[in-house]
């Protein structure tokens, strides 16, 4: 950037820019609260979720998710009701910045929600940081997210790809593994993901002795169980979601790896997949910000309204849906549903504590939640909660400005 040009990411300018919006809806403070709640209409919300493919179960519990938070709050967010504006992205990220403009610019969304794939966020990322317009991420773990792509607009209620899999070091090195695979999709999160681990693995004075791809979203897993069990490392981790991460388990067990070489992953391998797998997954133990039998108050009651409302059993996925509701409903309360007063609506949302099923999180200062991660083993169909990996684990945001 040359010197005296105005970086339009950078916090104080945004914010300056919000302020003439700001400015010409105060107009809308002169007159009586109804008034001004009939003038404002409906908040238009942008779903930009993944409903077809591998991982369209993921989309269907994050809109499952965030619409249960909104329900919870009688249909309304800041006094205002709410219309739903929805794409398919397909996990696809050629089509993703097509895909979010349909939702800005075509729609004129008053916030985006999405998306599950690593490599559509980044694609939704640079329209979203050019019309400044309020996104929470609600999957897409792409550490750029919250890091060198941070902005005041850019929200992200799961985790970054590091989070996920960096305490897997320490639990590698407990068990007494001192080499490890790494196995999973060719882009984006699979890579990430395989730098978080190694990073926290060799902290610990491990080796990650091999790196295996398959491009995403292929699912022929047979030459590299094969080449696996010709290196016999001492551990294999892996990353795959949805039905990807079924298959994975099933082809892991049917190549007679099952019981011989120990199985670890980021929870993703095992969340949301069990019933698919039979016996597939038993044992695997795996790291993320959510597990079975948390045994909370706020938990119960969560899996309760989720099982009731939808007929299933709440997964991670549709967790972080709910929490972005809840991010939302923090935002918007503080401004009264006027989204105009951008400045204090992310202010509101920067210092929310929120009450989630996986426990309580805040957001770290580049957006993403600080939580703990905890270290899960398939017991039957649950993800069994075997205690925290890793108390209040912040992303480092590399390279982010804001
Ligand atoms: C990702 O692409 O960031 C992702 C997809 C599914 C599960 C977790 C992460």
Redesign the pocket.
């Known amino acids: 950037m040359q010197k005296n040009q105005k970086n339009p990411y950078d916090r104080r300018e945004f914010l300056k820019g919000t302020t003439a919006v700001a400015g010409a809806t105060a107009i809308g403070t002169l007159l009586p609260t109804g008034m001004a709640l009939a003038q404002q209409g409906k908040l238009k919300i942008g779903l930009m979720l993944p409903y077809t493919g591998t991982?369209a179960q993921?989309g269907v519990a994050i809109t499952n998710g965030f619409k249960l938070a909104i329900e919870e709050r009688g249909g309304k967010l800041g006094g205002r009701e709410i219309e739903y504006f929805t794409v398919d992205d397909e996990?696809n990220p050629a089509k993703a910045p097509e895909n979010a403009n349909k939702l800005v610019q075509r729609d004129k969304v008053d916030v985006v929600v999405g998306t599950?794939?690593?490599?559509?966020?980044m694609g939704m990322a640079k329209v979203i940081r050019e019309s400044g317009t309020l996104w929470i991420n609600p999957?897409?773990?792409?550490d750029e997210v919250t890091g060198a792509l941070c902005a005041p607009n850019i929200f992200r209620t799961?985790?970054s790809?590091w989070q996920?899999t960096h305490a897997l070091g320490k639990v590698l090195k407990a068990k007494g593994h001192k080499n490890a695979v790494f196995i999973t999709w060719k882009?984006?999160?699979g890579e990430q993901?395989m730098a978080g681990f190694k990073e926290g693995f060799e902290k610990e004075g491990g080796k990650l002795t091999k790196e295996l791809y398959v491009p995403f979203p292929q699912v022929d897993f047979q030459a590299l169980l094969t080449e696996i069990a010709s290196i016999k490392p001492d551990a294999v981790v892996a990353?795959f979601?949805?039905g990807g991460a079924a298959k994975f388990l099933k082809d892991y067990q049917a190549a007679g790896l099952k019981g011989k070489i120990p199985l670890y992953g980021?929870g993703?391998l095992t969340d949301g997949v069990l019933d698919a797998v039979g016996d597939a997954g038993e044992g695997v133990e795996t790291t993320l910000h959510y597990a079975d039998g948390l045994d909370t108050k706020k938990d119960k009651a969560f899996r309760l309204a989720y099982a009731k409302t939808f007929k299933l059993q709440p997964d991670v996925?549709a967790v972080q849906g709910y929490d972005a509701g809840q991010l939302l409903a923090a935002g918007l309360d503080a401004v009264k549903g006027n989204v105009g007063d951008k400045a204090a609506m992310i202010k509101a949302m920067e210092s929310a504590k929120i009450d989630s099923p996986r426990g309580p999180w805040t957001l770290s200062k580049s957006h993403n939640p600080v939580q703990d991660m905890y270290l899960r083993k398939v017991v039957g169909k649950e993800n069994k909660n075997m205690g925290v990996a890793w108390k209040a684990l912040a992303d480092p945001a590399r390279g982010c400005k804001a």
Request: charged fraction near 0%.
């Open positions: 991982f993921l996990s599950v794939h690593s490599g559509v966020a999957n897409a773990g792409a799961s985790f790809n996920t882009y984006a999160a993901m990353f979601a949805g980021s993703f996925y």
